[in-house]
């Protein structure tokens, strides 16, 4: 399972998914996801130790 988004990303996220087409609905390692058409693209840095990071660095 993934942690929660920080609310301000989670909302500018939100914002730029908000017109996604939804194309279908999946499952992966026993949790449910959305899968959606869109052209968004966002950067991560990916740090490491026992409790690995995402640092959002853009999104476009």
């Given amino acids: 399972m993934s942690s929660r988004l920080e609310p301000v990303l ?9 017109g996604a087409t ?3 609905e999946r499952q992966a390692g026993g ?5 959606v058409e869109t052209d968004l693209v966002v950067e991560v840095l990916a740090g490491s130790g026992r409790h690995g990071t995402l640092t959002v660095v853009q999104m476009r």
């Fill in 10 to 18: 989670a909302a500018r996220v939100g914002e730029a998914l908000g």
């Fill in 22 to 24: 939804v194309v279908g």
């Fill in 31 to 35: 949790e449910p996801y959305t899968r």
